[in-house]
């Protein structure tokens, strides 16, 4: 960790460069217009020490109540629409350094110079340890608990992205073919054609949220086949669908795993980064890491309004059925058994290797991560039920089975034949499939 002055060593600076987060002293830029910041990051607080009226403003922004949007990215464009989007990217600045550098709580020494701040310092707080309880800002101020947390038990849900291509490999935008809004719809990004005309490019399928995360990926996958059979009906040409992290057109794309009835705390994040990312990054096509830093990041969440948060490290796992519902009962497992799963944060080298895209050191960080795993779910610590133990233990054997093999998917496939070329007839489950 940071030594008690702040001071980066090596294998921190590395690490946070690799995210894409800059590093350095303060130097002369201090004291012309750029401005140093102290953040303070405690219990679910981030508050900057006598802030001039654009960051109170930032503060302030992020403490409002905003029914029915509730998800960071909802506060964020209410700030750019205010003019404040620099100071939203200062604070998630802030936060991710404290996260990726395995702190809680503690302080941020933060230069306001170049797009998004420079890290000048990490210290910790008194009283404050290593394993407090910070959750992420929904961008900036006090972050309450949302609605519902930990009333009614655990929910799952999820929006998850993919493309059309054309027999040309050209994206077909799917605001030509879906709503934006509804169980299959588009996600909100919007780009412009060469006619200047806009699209929202990127499909998107919102399963309605149930109990069991197996649920979700079964409807998923009902939706899926509907969606299919609306491209044919609509299109009347060929065409493929794309998935993975980065498949065509620059585009990123995600599973975004929802779960309500409890906060998203670091403990929570470090368990899913380790024991669910850390084991798709080895399955991955490398093409498709250039998602990260931007996006797909070790600890991406938001605070959702349904009572929960949004998990959007992964890329889209429509490439492989197997791959998808492996994904969604392992992070049921390991949400529902956190309690018994060791809390450290992953080491400098890994987070480092993580985002450069170096599998001789990820990928055995992920296979003992496994293991460990695998251990608990035997011996049902924490009190798993049955049921989602036994999925884990059947999504650990995929997976592990997938990286002894050597195996990855490609991001220039067509997902539907791994979907057995026709996910539009009636869903019969995942049976003979894992």
């Known amino acids: 960790?940071?030594?008690?002055?702040?001071?980066?060593?090596?294998?921190?600076?590395?690490?946070?460069?690799?995210?894409?987060?800059?590093?350095?002293?303060?130097?002369?830029?201090?004291?012309?217009?750029?401005?140093?910041?102290?953040?303070?990051?405690?219990?679910?607080?981030?508050?900057?020490?006598?802030?001039?009226?654009?960051?109170?403003?930032?503060?302030?922004?992020?403490?409002?109540?905003?029914?029915?949007?509730?998800?960071?990215?909802?506060?964020?464009?209410?700030?750019?629409?205010?003019?404040?989007?620099?100071?939203?990217?200062?604070?998630?600045?802030?936060?991710r350094a404290m996260y990726l550098l395995g702190r809680d709580a503690g302080e941020v020494i933060l230069l306001d110079a170049g797009r998004s701040g420079r890290i000048v310092a990490v210290r910790p707080t008194a009283g404050v340890g290593p394993t407090g309880g910070t959750a992420p800002p929904s961008a900036g101020g006090t972050v309450p608990a949302p609605a519902g947390a930990g009333e009614g038990g655990l929910r799952f849900g999820a929006d998850l992205e993919w493309l059309i291509v054309d027999a040309g490999g050209r994206i077909v935008p799917a605001?030509?073919?879906?709503?934006?809004a509804g169980p299959i719809g588009t996600d909100r990004q919007v780009v412009r054609g060469r006619s200047g005309r806009a699209h929202r490019p990127i499909a998107e399928?919102?399963?309605?949220?149930?109990?069991?995360?197996?649920?979700?990926?079964?409807?998923?996958?009902?939706?899926?086949?509907?969606?299919?059979?609306?491209?044919?009906?609509?299109?009347?040409?060929?065409?493929?669908?794309?998935?993975?992290?980065?498949?065509?057109?620059?585009?990123?794309?995600?599973?975004?795993?929802?779960?309500?009835?409890?906060?998203?705390?670091?403990?929570?994040?470090?368990?899913?980064?380790r024991y669910v990312a850390l084991p798709f990054f080895c399955l991955e096509d490398p093409a498709g890491r250039r998602r990260r830093p931007r996006y797909g990041g070790?600890?991406?969440?938001?605070?959702?309004?349904?009572?929960?948060?949004?998990?959007?490290?992964?890329?889209?796992?429509?490439?492989?059925?197997?791959?998808?519902?492996?994904?969604?009962?392992?992070?049921?497992?390991?949400?529902?058994?956190?309690?018994?799963?060791?809390?450290?944060?992953?080491?400098?080298?890994v987070v480092r290797g993580y985002y450069a895209g170096e599998d001789a050191v990820v990928c055995p960080e992920a296979r003992a991560a496994l293991r460990r795993l695998q251990a608990v779910l035997r011996r049902r610590d924490g009190g798993i039920p049955e049921a989602p133990a036994e999925a884990g233990l059947r999504a650990i054997a995929v997976l592990q089975a997938r990286m002894d093999a050597g195996w990855r998917w490609r991001e220039a496939d067509d997902v539907l034949a791994m979907w057995g070329g026709d996910p539009a007839g009636p869903w019969t489950g995942f049976a003979g499939v894992v």
């Open 1 to 95: 960790m940071t030594q008690n002055d702040g001071a980066f060593r090596p294998a921190e600076r590395a690490a946070l460069a690799a995210a894409g987060i800059e590093v350095g002293a303060a130097g002369p830029a201090a004291a012309g217009t750029a401005r140093l910041l102290r953040i303070v990051l405690d219990g679910r607080t981030v508050a900057c020490a006598e802030p001039p009226d654009f960051y109170r403003r930032l503060l302030e922004a992020f403490t409002r109540d905003a029914p029915g949007e509730g998800s960071r990215a909802a506060d964020v464009d209410r700030l750019r629409r205010g003019g404040d989007r620099r100071a939203a990217r200062l604070a998630l600045t802030a936060w």
């Open 175 to 180: 605001s030509l073919l879906f709503p934006e």
């Open 205 to 273: 399928l919102r399963p309605a949220p149930q109990d069991r995360a197996e649920a979700v990926v079964r409807e998923a996958a009902s939706l899926f086949g509907q969606a299919i059979a609306a491209v044919r009906r609509r299109l009347r040409r060929p065409f493929a669908v794309r998935a993975g992290a980065r498949p065509a057109g620059g585009l990123s794309l995600g599973t975004h795993l929802h779960v309500s009835g409890i906060l998203p705390e670091p403990r929570l994040l470090r368990a899913l980064d």
């Open 298 to 349: 070790l600890g991406d969440v938001r605070l959702k309004a349904h009572g929960g948060f949004e998990y959007r490290t992964l890329p889209s796992l429509f490439v492989d059925p197997a791959l998808l519902w492996a994904a969604f009962a392992l992070a049921e497992a390991v949400v529902r058994s956190q309690a018994a799963l060791p809390a450290d944060p992953l080491p400098p080298a």
